[in-house]
Every structure is written in structure tokens, then in C-alpha cells.
């Protein structure tokens, strides 16, 4: 049951990992800072810091945002996606 449980979590996660691949947005600095653009695809962790703090995005925005994203996972796949979601929004 155990093993079975590891592979559709593996499954899932590679999925999402592959389906997030594909995803192409563009970096705030490219569009002038007008939305819509990603914080996440800027080049470097500087880069994405500034980003936020030039659009306005809060890390507490960013945390409950994410978590309310999370809760819709099963317990098992929350912290990954928590983690992905943060990722995502550029923290």
C-alpha cells in the first residue's frame, strides 16, 4: 500500500514539475512593471526581490495565498505544493 501511495505521489509531482515547465510568463522587468508579468522569472534572487518590492507583493500576501492554494491537496502533497506555490510567486 506503501509503495503504491510513494508512486502516485511521484507521479503527481513529476506531472506538476512538467506541466510548470511549460508555463512561460514574462519578467516584470521586460514589461515595464506592468502586469501582467511573473516576479518568478526574473534572472537572479536580487532580481526577484526587488520585483516585489517594486510591485508591491508581500510576503504575507504571497504565504496566505499559497497556503490556501495548499489546502486543496491531499496532506500528503501540501508542503511540496506550498513550497512550489512560494516558488512560484517569487519568495
Keep these: 500500500m506503501k509503495?503504491?501511495?510513494?508512486i502516485v505521489v511521484l507521479g503527481l509531482l513529476f506531472s506538476g514539475s512538467a506541466y510548470a515547465a511549460t508555463f512561460v510568463g514574462k519578467p516584470c522587468s521586460e514589461?515595464?512593471?506592468i502586469k501582467p508579468c511573473y516576479c518568478s522569472e526574473e534572472s537572479n534572487y536580487a532580481k526577484k526581490k526587488f520585483?516585489?518590492?517594486?510591485?508591491?507583493i508581500k510576503k504575507e500576501d504571497a504565504?496566505?495565498?499559497?497556503?490556501?492554494r495548499a489546502e486543496e491537496y491531499?496532506?500528503?502533497l501540501r508542503k511540496t505544493m506550498f513550497k512550489?506555490?512560494?516558488k512560484n510567486e517569487g519568495f
Design 74 to 76: 491531499a496532506p500528503e
Design 3 to 6: 509503495k503504491i501511495l510513494g
Design 63 to 68: 504565504m496566505s495565498y499559497c497556503a490556501e
Design 31 to 33: 514589461t515595464n512593471w
Design 84 to 86: 512550489s506555490c512560494m
Design 51 to 56: 520585483c516585489n518590492f517594486k510591485m508591491g
